[in-house]
Protein backbone atom coordinates (compact mmCIF):
# COMPACT_ATOMS: atom_id res chain seq x y z
CA UNK A 1 0.00 0.00 0.00
CA UNK A 2 1.77 3.69 -1.13
CA UNK A 3 1.69 5.80 1.78
CA UNK A 4 0.95 9.34 1.10
CA UNK A 5 3.52 12.46 2.74
CA UNK A 6 1.27 14.65 4.86
CA UNK A 7 2.46 17.59 7.00
CA UNK A 8 0.60 19.91 9.13
CA UNK A 9 -1.26 22.95 8.75
CA UNK A 10 -3.52 25.56 10.18
CA UNK A 11 -6.64 23.54 8.14
CA UNK A 12 -5.19 20.31 9.21
CA UNK A 13 -3.00 17.57 7.29
CA UNK A 14 -2.05 18.33 3.83
CA UNK A 15 -1.51 16.40 1.87
CA UNK A 16 2.21 16.61 -0.06
CA UNK A 17 1.96 15.24 -3.47
CA UNK A 18 5.31 14.65 -5.11
CA UNK A 19 5.18 17.59 -8.07
CA UNK A 20 3.08 19.98 -6.51
CA UNK A 21 4.07 20.20 -2.85
CA UNK A 22 2.12 21.68 0.10
CA UNK A 23 0.83 23.38 -2.62
CA UNK A 24 -1.67 20.16 -4.09
CA UNK A 25 -2.55 19.35 -7.50
CA UNK A 26 -4.99 22.08 -8.80
CA UNK A 27 -8.72 21.24 -8.89
CA UNK A 28 -10.47 24.48 -10.10
CA UNK A 29 -10.29 23.21 -13.42
CA UNK A 30 -11.34 19.33 -13.24
CA UNK A 31 -14.96 18.90 -13.67
CA UNK A 32 -16.56 18.80 -10.78
CA UNK A 33 -14.91 22.40 -9.84
CA UNK A 34 -15.85 23.56 -13.38
CA UNK A 35 -19.36 22.62 -12.68
CA UNK A 36 -19.60 25.34 -9.41
CA UNK A 37 -18.93 28.32 -11.89
CA UNK A 38 -22.18 29.45 -11.81
CA UNK A 39 -24.05 28.84 -8.88
CA UNK A 40 -26.88 31.05 -7.98
CA UNK A 41 -28.75 30.83 -4.40
CA UNK A 42 -31.51 32.91 -3.64
CA UNK A 43 -32.12 33.66 0.23
CA UNK A 44 -36.03 35.05 0.73
CA UNK A 45 -35.95 35.44 4.37
CA UNK A 46 -37.98 37.68 6.98
CA UNK A 47 -36.21 41.05 6.49
CA UNK A 48 -34.29 40.47 3.02
CA UNK A 49 -34.60 38.71 -0.36
CA UNK A 50 -31.01 38.38 -1.74
CA UNK A 51 -29.84 36.84 -4.93
CA UNK A 52 -26.30 35.94 -4.98
CA UNK A 53 -24.50 34.03 -7.94
CA UNK A 54 -21.05 32.40 -6.96
CA UNK A 55 -18.08 31.52 -9.01
CA UNK A 56 -17.18 28.69 -6.81
CA UNK A 57 -15.07 26.96 -8.55
CA UNK A 58 -11.72 27.92 -5.82
CA UNK A 59 -13.41 26.79 -2.89
CA UNK A 60 -13.19 30.39 -2.07
CA UNK A 61 -16.44 32.07 -3.09
CA UNK A 62 -16.20 34.78 -5.54
CA UNK A 63 -19.15 36.66 -5.69
CA UNK A 64 -20.31 37.21 -9.56
CA UNK A 65 -23.21 38.83 -8.79
CA UNK A 66 -24.93 40.07 -5.81
CA UNK A 67 -28.50 41.94 -5.10
CA UNK A 68 -30.27 42.42 -1.79
CA UNK A 69 -33.90 44.05 -1.46
CA UNK A 70 -35.10 44.31 1.96
CA UNK A 71 -38.88 43.83 1.78
CA UNK A 72 -39.68 43.33 5.48
CA UNK A 73 -41.61 39.94 5.02
CA UNK A 74 -41.72 39.45 8.55
CA UNK A 75 -42.63 42.65 9.64
CA UNK A 76 -45.91 42.54 11.67
CA UNK A 77 -46.26 38.40 11.62
CA UNK A 78 -46.61 38.46 15.44
CA UNK A 79 -49.82 40.44 15.62
CA UNK A 80 -51.10 38.60 11.94
CA UNK A 81 -49.96 35.57 11.21
CA UNK A 82 -49.18 36.21 8.08
CA UNK A 83 -46.76 37.67 5.53
CA UNK A 84 -46.58 41.72 5.56
CA UNK A 85 -48.68 42.78 2.12
CA UNK A 86 -46.54 45.31 0.97
CA UNK A 87 -43.47 42.87 1.55
CA UNK A 88 -45.08 40.32 -0.08
CA UNK A 89 -45.50 42.79 -3.54
CA UNK A 90 -41.95 43.77 -3.00
CA UNK A 91 -40.54 40.17 -2.51
CA UNK A 92 -42.69 38.97 -5.45
CA UNK A 93 -41.64 41.95 -7.77
CA UNK A 94 -37.74 41.27 -6.38
CA UNK A 95 -38.24 37.22 -7.41
CA UNK A 96 -39.39 38.31 -10.93
CA UNK A 97 -36.55 40.44 -11.59
CA UNK A 98 -33.82 37.40 -10.00
CA UNK A 99 -35.43 35.20 -12.25
CA UNK A 100 -35.06 37.39 -15.14
CA UNK A 101 -31.21 37.74 -14.33
CA UNK A 102 -30.67 34.11 -13.34
CA UNK A 103 -31.68 33.28 -16.94
CA UNK A 104 -29.89 35.49 -18.66
CA UNK A 105 -26.62 34.54 -16.55
CA UNK A 106 -27.00 30.47 -17.52
CA UNK A 107 -27.00 30.38 -14.07
CA UNK A 108 -27.14 25.74 -13.06
CA UNK A 109 -27.99 24.92 -10.61
CA UNK A 110 -30.39 27.64 -9.07
CA UNK A 111 -31.32 27.15 -5.47
CA UNK A 112 -34.68 28.76 -3.71
CA UNK A 113 -34.79 29.41 -0.35
CA UNK A 114 -37.18 30.52 2.21
CA UNK A 115 -37.02 30.65 6.02
CA UNK A 116 -39.04 31.68 9.11
CA UNK A 117 -41.22 34.04 7.55
CA UNK A 118 -42.48 32.01 4.95
CA UNK A 119 -42.43 28.46 6.51
CA UNK A 120 -44.10 29.95 9.64
CA UNK A 121 -46.86 32.45 8.22
CA UNK A 122 -50.57 31.36 7.33
CA UNK A 123 -50.26 32.29 3.60
CA UNK A 124 -46.85 30.96 3.22
CA UNK A 125 -48.10 28.11 0.67
CA UNK A 126 -50.11 30.89 -1.16
CA UNK A 127 -46.99 33.22 -1.30
CA UNK A 128 -44.85 29.84 -2.99
CA UNK A 129 -47.53 29.02 -5.12
CA UNK A 130 -48.19 32.65 -6.63
CA UNK A 131 -44.15 32.76 -6.64
CA UNK A 132 -43.84 29.34 -8.98
CA UNK A 133 -46.83 30.87 -11.45
CA UNK A 134 -45.18 34.12 -12.33
CA UNK A 135 -41.50 33.27 -11.75
CA UNK A 136 -40.78 29.39 -12.32
CA UNK A 137 -38.50 29.65 -9.39
CA UNK A 138 -39.72 26.73 -7.10
CA UNK A 139 -39.15 27.44 -3.38
CA UNK A 140 -37.50 25.07 -1.04
CA UNK A 141 -38.55 25.77 2.59
CA UNK A 142 -35.69 25.14 5.24
CA UNK A 143 -36.54 24.38 9.11
CA UNK A 144 -35.08 25.54 11.66
CA UNK A 145 -32.55 22.95 12.32
CA UNK A 146 -32.05 22.98 8.28
CA UNK A 147 -31.17 26.98 8.56
CA UNK A 148 -28.61 26.13 11.31
CA UNK A 149 -26.76 23.39 9.63
CA UNK A 150 -26.66 25.30 6.55
CA UNK A 151 -25.07 28.48 8.59
CA UNK A 152 -22.67 26.22 10.02
CA UNK A 153 -21.79 24.81 6.57
CA UNK A 154 -21.15 28.53 6.07
CA UNK A 155 -18.84 29.06 8.46
CA UNK A 156 -17.14 26.10 7.39
CA UNK A 157 -16.49 27.80 4.18
CA UNK A 158 -14.74 30.55 6.07
CA UNK A 159 -12.83 28.40 8.57
CA UNK A 160 -12.30 24.94 7.21
CA UNK A 161 -12.18 22.97 10.84
CA UNK A 162 -13.64 25.82 12.75
CA UNK A 163 -14.50 24.90 16.36
CA UNK A 164 -17.23 26.94 18.38
CA UNK A 165 -20.60 28.08 17.99
CA UNK A 166 -22.29 29.68 15.30
CA UNK A 167 -25.18 31.82 16.30
CA UNK A 168 -27.15 33.07 12.78
CA UNK A 169 -30.07 36.12 13.33
CA UNK A 170 -32.79 36.73 11.03
CA UNK A 171 -35.67 38.56 10.86
CA UNK A 172 -37.81 36.38 12.70
CA UNK A 173 -35.74 33.92 14.15
CA UNK A 174 -32.82 33.02 15.65
CA UNK A 175 -30.17 29.61 15.24
CA UNK A 176 -27.10 28.27 17.34
CA UNK A 177 -25.35 25.07 16.00
CA UNK A 178 -22.28 23.82 17.16
CA UNK A 179 -18.86 23.04 14.91
CA UNK A 180 -16.90 19.98 16.04
CA UNK A 181 -13.89 21.12 14.79
CA UNK A 182 -13.56 18.09 12.36
CA UNK A 183 -15.61 20.13 9.47
CA UNK A 184 -19.02 18.23 11.25
CA UNK A 185 -22.15 20.21 12.37
CA UNK A 186 -23.55 19.07 15.44
CA UNK A 187 -26.22 20.08 18.02
CA UNK A 188 -28.78 22.67 16.82
CA UNK A 189 -31.49 24.66 17.72
CA UNK A 190 -33.42 27.41 16.68
CA UNK A 191 -36.01 29.78 18.10
CA UNK A 192 -38.49 32.85 17.33
CA UNK A 193 -35.54 35.28 18.90
CA UNK A 194 -35.13 37.59 15.56
CA UNK A 195 -35.58 41.20 16.01
CA UNK A 196 -39.02 41.08 13.70
CA UNK A 197 -40.83 38.60 16.52
CA UNK A 198 -39.87 40.34 19.20
CA UNK A 199 -41.34 43.37 17.93
CA UNK A 200 -44.59 41.76 18.46
CA UNK A 201 -44.10 40.78 22.37
CA UNK A 202 -46.49 42.90 24.58
CA UNK A 203 -45.13 44.61 27.73
CA UNK A 204 -42.53 47.04 26.57
CA UNK A 205 -38.61 46.30 26.99
CA UNK A 206 -39.57 44.94 30.43
CA UNK A 207 -40.89 41.70 29.14
CA UNK A 208 -39.08 41.68 26.03
CA UNK A 209 -35.73 41.38 27.80
CA UNK A 210 -37.59 38.35 30.55
CA UNK A 211 -38.48 36.86 26.77
CA UNK A 212 -35.03 36.98 25.55
CA UNK A 213 -33.31 35.64 29.08
CA UNK A 214 -36.07 33.20 28.75
CA UNK A 215 -35.28 31.74 25.68
CA UNK A 216 -31.78 32.31 25.52
CA UNK A 217 -31.42 30.20 28.56
CA UNK A 218 -33.27 27.23 26.96
CA UNK A 219 -31.09 27.71 24.12
CA UNK A 220 -28.01 27.27 25.75
CA UNK A 221 -29.15 24.47 28.06
CA UNK A 222 -28.95 21.87 24.78
CA UNK A 223 -25.46 22.34 24.82
CA UNK A 224 -22.81 20.54 26.99
CA UNK A 225 -19.58 22.75 26.91
CA UNK A 226 -19.72 26.05 26.33
CA UNK A 227 -18.01 27.49 23.15
CA UNK A 228 -14.07 29.44 23.18
CA UNK A 229 -15.48 31.35 20.16
CA UNK A 230 -19.12 32.32 19.16
CA UNK A 231 -19.39 33.16 15.36
CA UNK A 232 -22.00 35.13 14.56
CA UNK A 233 -23.39 34.92 11.01
CA UNK A 234 -26.37 37.94 10.00
CA UNK A 235 -27.10 41.14 8.93
CA UNK A 236 -28.34 42.10 12.60
CA UNK A 237 -24.65 41.25 13.72
CA UNK A 238 -22.73 42.64 10.84
CA UNK A 239 -24.52 46.52 11.91
CA UNK A 240 -23.17 45.74 15.55
CA UNK A 241 -20.09 45.36 14.71
CA UNK A 242 -20.14 48.05 12.31
CA UNK A 243 -21.01 50.01 15.48
CA UNK A 244 -17.83 48.26 17.33
CA UNK A 245 -15.39 49.22 15.07
CA UNK A 246 -16.66 52.65 14.88
CA UNK A 247 -16.90 53.07 18.71
CA UNK A 248 -13.13 51.72 18.82
CA UNK A 249 -11.33 53.56 15.75
CA UNK A 250 -10.76 49.87 14.43
CA UNK A 251 -8.32 50.55 11.17
CA UNK A 252 -9.68 48.00 8.62
CA UNK A 253 -13.27 47.96 8.10
CA UNK A 254 -13.38 44.47 7.11
CA UNK A 255 -16.19 42.99 8.65
CA UNK A 256 -15.15 38.97 7.61
CA UNK A 257 -13.23 37.59 10.47
CA UNK A 258 -13.80 40.82 12.93
CA UNK A 259 -12.77 39.60 16.31
CA UNK A 260 -14.58 41.21 19.48
CA UNK A 261 -14.00 40.02 23.36
CA UNK A 262 -17.20 40.19 25.22
CA UNK A 263 -16.45 42.83 27.19
CA UNK A 264 -16.06 45.02 24.05
CA UNK A 265 -19.37 43.82 23.14
CA UNK A 266 -21.22 44.86 26.02
CA UNK A 267 -19.51 48.11 26.04
CA UNK A 268 -20.71 48.89 22.61
CA UNK A 269 -24.35 47.73 23.53
CA UNK A 270 -24.05 50.45 26.18
CA UNK A 271 -23.22 52.54 23.40
CA UNK A 272 -25.47 51.59 21.38
CA UNK A 273 -28.95 52.57 23.84
CA UNK A 274 -27.07 55.91 24.83
CA UNK A 275 -26.55 56.96 21.11
CA UNK A 276 -28.98 58.41 18.82
CA UNK A 277 -29.96 55.87 15.80
CA UNK A 278 -30.30 58.24 13.28
CA UNK A 279 -26.88 59.66 13.78
CA UNK A 280 -24.82 56.16 14.06
CA UNK A 281 -26.36 54.93 11.27
CA UNK A 282 -25.30 57.94 9.41
CA UNK A 283 -21.68 57.19 10.72
CA UNK A 284 -21.48 53.30 9.95
CA UNK A 285 -23.42 52.87 6.71
CA UNK A 286 -25.94 50.59 8.33
CA UNK A 287 -29.65 51.30 6.27
CA UNK A 288 -32.21 52.68 8.09
CA UNK A 289 -34.13 49.48 7.95
CA UNK A 290 -31.92 46.95 9.35
CA UNK A 291 -30.72 49.83 12.10
CA UNK A 292 -33.94 49.51 12.99
CA UNK A 293 -33.24 45.91 14.61
CA UNK A 294 -30.21 46.84 16.30
CA UNK A 295 -30.90 47.29 19.49
CA UNK A 296 -33.71 44.48 20.09
CA UNK A 297 -30.81 42.31 18.55
CA UNK A 298 -27.77 44.08 21.10
CA UNK A 299 -30.45 42.66 23.39
CA UNK A 300 -30.83 39.11 22.38
CA UNK A 301 -26.32 39.17 21.68
CA UNK A 302 -26.04 40.99 25.50
CA UNK A 303 -27.43 37.50 26.84
CA UNK A 304 -25.79 35.14 24.44
CA UNK A 305 -22.96 36.57 25.74
CA UNK A 306 -23.63 36.10 29.04
CA UNK A 307 -25.35 32.94 29.20
CA UNK A 308 -22.33 31.02 26.57
CA UNK A 309 -19.25 33.56 28.24
CA UNK A 310 -16.79 32.52 25.11
CA UNK A 311 -13.47 33.81 25.18
CA UNK A 312 -14.21 35.13 21.65
CA UNK A 313 -16.51 36.37 19.41
CA UNK A 314 -15.85 36.30 15.40
CA UNK A 315 -18.24 37.98 13.05
CA UNK A 316 -18.86 35.75 10.06
CA UNK A 317 -20.08 37.12 6.41
CA UNK A 318 -20.73 33.79 4.93
CA UNK A 319 -23.70 31.87 6.05
CA UNK A 320 -26.77 29.89 4.81
CA UNK A 321 -25.89 31.25 1.50
CA UNK A 322 -22.20 29.71 1.42
CA UNK A 323 -23.55 26.91 3.13
CA UNK A 324 -26.05 26.08 0.26
CA UNK A 325 -22.49 26.59 -1.93
CA UNK A 326 -20.56 23.85 0.79
CA UNK A 327 -23.52 21.59 -0.05
CA UNK A 328 -21.89 21.50 -3.83
CA UNK A 329 -18.20 20.99 -3.21
CA UNK A 330 -16.75 17.78 -3.55
CA UNK A 331 -15.45 16.34 -0.04
CA UNK A 332 -11.61 17.04 -2.09
CA UNK A 333 -12.59 20.96 -2.54
CA UNK A 334 -13.98 20.87 1.00
CA UNK A 335 -10.83 19.86 2.54
CA UNK A 336 -8.79 22.95 0.42
CA UNK A 337 -7.63 25.99 2.09
CA UNK A 338 -9.82 28.71 0.88
CA UNK A 339 -6.81 31.09 1.12
CA UNK A 340 -4.45 29.24 -0.94
CA UNK A 341 -6.95 27.96 -3.66
CA UNK A 342 -8.38 31.69 -4.15
CA UNK A 343 -4.68 32.92 -4.51
CA UNK A 344 -3.99 30.33 -7.32
CA UNK A 345 -6.93 30.84 -8.71
CA UNK A 346 -6.03 34.80 -8.82
CA UNK A 347 -2.35 33.55 -10.02
CA UNK A 348 -4.21 31.79 -12.92
CA UNK A 349 -6.67 34.33 -14.39
CA UNK A 350 -4.84 37.40 -13.58
CA UNK A 351 -0.89 37.17 -13.48
CA UNK A 352 1.93 37.59 -16.47
CA UNK A 353 3.38 34.47 -15.52
CA UNK A 354 1.21 31.52 -14.35
CA UNK A 355 2.69 29.25 -11.92
CA UNK A 356 5.29 31.12 -11.77
CA UNK A 357 4.44 32.09 -8.17
CA UNK A 358 4.86 27.90 -6.91
CA UNK A 359 8.65 28.17 -8.44
CA UNK A 360 8.88 31.70 -6.35
CA UNK A 361 7.84 30.11 -3.33
CA UNK A 362 10.84 27.68 -3.64
CA UNK A 363 13.19 30.02 -3.97
CA UNK A 364 12.57 32.21 -1.37
CA UNK A 365 11.52 29.18 1.35
CA UNK A 366 15.16 29.36 2.64
CA UNK A 367 15.12 32.42 4.01
CA UNK A 368 11.90 31.02 6.67
CA UNK A 369 13.47 28.58 7.90
CA UNK A 370 11.37 28.07 11.20
CA UNK A 371 9.03 29.30 9.76
CA UNK A 372 5.62 27.58 11.36
CA UNK A 373 2.65 26.17 9.14
CA UNK A 374 0.84 29.33 9.44
CA UNK A 375 3.50 31.53 8.14
CA UNK A 376 4.05 29.02 5.42
CA UNK A 377 0.79 29.45 4.12
CA UNK A 378 1.06 32.83 4.01
CA UNK A 379 4.29 32.73 2.14
CA UNK A 380 2.75 30.47 -0.49
CA UNK A 381 -0.59 33.02 -1.12
CA UNK A 382 1.88 36.19 -0.68
CA UNK A 383 4.03 34.36 -3.96
CA UNK A 384 0.93 33.13 -5.82
CA UNK A 385 -0.29 36.62 -5.53
CA UNK A 386 2.97 38.31 -6.06
CA UNK A 387 2.04 39.82 -10.11
CA UNK A 388 -1.89 39.43 -9.92
CA UNK A 389 -2.11 43.41 -10.17
CA UNK A 390 0.41 43.87 -12.77
CA UNK A 391 -2.27 45.77 -14.81
CA UNK A 392 -2.15 48.51 -12.32
CA UNK A 393 -0.47 51.52 -13.07
CA UNK A 394 3.28 51.38 -11.97
CA UNK A 395 2.65 54.40 -9.75
CA UNK A 396 0.12 52.95 -7.64
CA UNK A 397 0.65 49.06 -8.05
CA UNK A 398 1.80 48.76 -4.31
CA UNK A 399 -1.18 50.06 -3.22
CA UNK A 400 -3.57 48.30 -4.98
CA UNK A 401 -1.78 45.25 -4.06
CA UNK A 402 -1.83 46.33 -0.50
CA UNK A 403 -5.98 47.18 -0.74
CA UNK A 404 -6.54 43.84 -2.67
CA UNK A 405 -5.03 41.69 0.31
CA UNK A 406 -7.10 43.35 3.35
CA UNK A 407 -9.70 44.02 1.30
CA UNK A 408 -10.30 41.20 -0.50
CA UNK A 409 -13.41 38.62 -0.05
CA UNK A 410 -10.92 36.12 1.12
CA UNK A 411 -11.57 33.25 3.67
CA UNK A 412 -9.38 31.36 6.51
CA UNK A 413 -7.22 35.22 6.90
CA UNK A 414 -7.20 36.92 10.16
CA UNK A 415 -7.12 40.74 10.28
CA UNK A 416 -3.67 40.49 10.86
CA UNK A 417 -2.66 38.34 8.21
CA UNK A 418 -4.67 40.06 6.19
CA UNK A 419 -2.39 43.02 6.84
CA UNK A 420 1.24 40.82 6.66
CA UNK A 421 -0.29 39.68 3.12
CA UNK A 422 -0.80 43.37 2.15
CA UNK A 423 2.63 44.50 3.27
CA UNK A 424 4.11 41.70 1.54
CA UNK A 425 2.72 42.77 -1.62
CA UNK A 426 3.18 46.40 -1.13
CA UNK A 427 7.13 45.61 -0.43
CA UNK A 428 7.12 43.64 -3.91
CA UNK A 429 6.24 46.58 -5.40
CA UNK A 430 7.85 49.01 -3.34
CA UNK A 431 10.97 49.00 -0.89
CA UNK A 432 9.79 52.09 1.22
CA UNK A 433 6.21 52.71 2.60
CA UNK A 434 6.82 56.10 2.78
CA UNK A 435 6.76 56.78 -0.81
CA UNK A 436 2.99 54.71 -0.85
CA UNK A 437 -0.24 56.31 0.58
CA UNK A 438 -0.43 53.34 3.28
CA UNK A 439 -2.52 53.75 6.63
CA UNK A 440 0.35 53.52 9.40
CA UNK A 441 -2.59 52.82 12.00
CA UNK A 442 -2.81 49.44 10.17
CA UNK A 443 0.49 48.19 11.91
CA UNK A 444 -1.49 47.84 15.12
CA UNK A 445 -2.88 44.65 14.30
CA UNK A 446 0.29 43.01 14.01
CA UNK A 447 3.45 43.01 16.08
CA UNK A 448 6.47 45.27 14.99
CA UNK A 449 8.68 41.77 14.04
CA UNK A 450 5.68 40.98 11.76
CA UNK A 451 5.73 44.07 10.24
CA UNK A 452 9.47 43.14 9.14
CA UNK A 453 9.05 39.97 8.23
CA UNK A 454 6.22 40.67 5.42
CA UNK A 455 9.50 43.52 4.24
CA UNK A 456 11.67 41.07 3.87
CA UNK A 457 9.48 38.47 2.16
CA UNK A 458 8.44 41.24 0.01
CA UNK A 459 11.93 42.05 -1.11
CA UNK A 460 13.11 38.84 -1.39
CA UNK A 461 9.59 38.14 -4.07
CA UNK A 462 11.06 41.50 -5.77
CA UNK A 463 14.46 40.59 -6.28
CA UNK A 464 13.49 36.73 -7.22
CA UNK A 465 10.87 37.90 -10.11
CA UNK A 466 13.44 40.10 -11.39
CA UNK A 467 16.03 37.36 -11.41
CA UNK A 468 14.04 35.36 -13.73
CA UNK A 469 10.64 34.82 -15.44
CA UNK A 470 11.32 30.84 -15.41
CA UNK A 471 11.45 28.59 -12.35
CA UNK A 472 14.27 30.84 -10.42
CA UNK A 473 15.97 27.82 -7.98
CA UNK A 474 17.25 25.81 -11.49
CA UNK A 475 19.85 28.87 -11.94
CA UNK A 476 20.64 30.02 -8.52
CA UNK A 477 20.10 29.24 -4.60
CA UNK A 478 19.42 31.59 -0.96
CA UNK A 479 20.88 30.55 2.24
CA UNK A 480 20.41 33.07 5.09
CA UNK A 481 22.78 32.15 7.95
CA UNK A 482 21.44 34.52 10.56
CA UNK A 483 24.25 33.94 13.24
CA UNK A 484 26.85 34.83 10.65
CA UNK A 485 24.98 38.05 9.33
CA UNK A 486 25.08 36.49 5.59
CA UNK A 487 22.77 36.06 2.61
CA UNK A 488 24.20 33.95 0.11
CA UNK A 489 23.14 34.25 -3.69
CA UNK A 490 24.81 30.87 -5.79
CA UNK A 491 24.49 31.49 -9.16
CA UNK A 492 23.82 27.69 -11.11
CA UNK A 493 24.38 28.39 -14.72
CA UNK A 494 25.47 30.16 -17.11
CA UNK A 495 22.13 32.10 -17.87
CA UNK A 496 21.92 32.46 -13.96
CA UNK A 497 25.28 34.83 -13.97
CA UNK A 498 23.82 36.07 -17.13
CA UNK A 499 20.30 36.92 -15.71
CA UNK A 500 22.34 38.57 -12.42
CA UNK A 501 22.19 42.29 -14.05
CA UNK A 502 22.40 45.41 -12.13
CA UNK A 503 18.83 45.72 -11.26
CA UNK A 504 19.31 42.04 -9.72
CA UNK A 505 22.02 42.62 -8.08
CA UNK A 506 20.48 45.90 -6.46
CA UNK A 507 17.15 44.21 -5.19
CA UNK A 508 19.89 41.66 -3.81
CA UNK A 509 21.50 43.98 -2.03
CA UNK A 510 18.11 45.61 -0.70
CA UNK A 511 16.92 42.08 0.46
CA UNK A 512 20.17 41.44 2.25
CA UNK A 513 19.59 45.07 3.89
CA UNK A 514 16.44 44.17 5.46
CA UNK A 515 17.77 41.51 6.70
CA UNK A 516 20.65 43.01 8.63
CA UNK A 517 23.19 40.66 6.67
CA UNK A 518 26.09 40.94 3.83
CA UNK A 519 25.35 40.15 0.75
CA UNK A 520 27.34 37.36 -1.01
CA UNK A 521 27.28 36.07 -4.52
CA UNK A 522 28.84 33.00 -5.35
CA UNK A 523 29.55 31.36 -8.62
CA UNK A 524 29.54 34.67 -10.03
CA UNK A 525 31.79 34.98 -13.63
Not at 253 to 278: C, F, G, N, Q
Request: proline share 5%; charged share 25%; hydrophobic share 40%.
Amino acid sequence: MTQRATASGPMGPVELHPEWGPFGVPLFDAPEAQALKRVGVIDIGSNSVRLVVFDGAARSPAYFYNEKILCGLGAGFSQTGRLNPEGRVRALAALRRFAALTRGMGVAPLLTVATAAVRDAEDGPEFRAEVMAETGLSIRIVDGAEEARLSAQGVLVGWPGAEGLICDIGGSSMELAQLTGDGQVGMRQTSSLGPLKLMGIKGGKKAIRAHIKSRVTELVSHFETRPKRLFLVGGSWRAIARVDMERRGYPLKVLHEYRMKPKAILDTIKYIAKSDLEELRARTGTSAERMKLVPLASEVLKRLVRELQPQEVAISSYGIREGLLYEQMTPALRQRDPLIEAARHAEASSARMPGFGRALYYFVEPLFPRARPEKRRLIRAACLLHDVSWRAHPDYRAEVCFDNATRANLGGLTHGERVFLGLALLHRYKGNRAATNFDEALLQLIPEDKVKEAEILGRAMRFGAMFTVEKPSDHGALRYRPQRHELILTLKTDQGRALFGEVAEARFRALATALGAEPIVEGAA
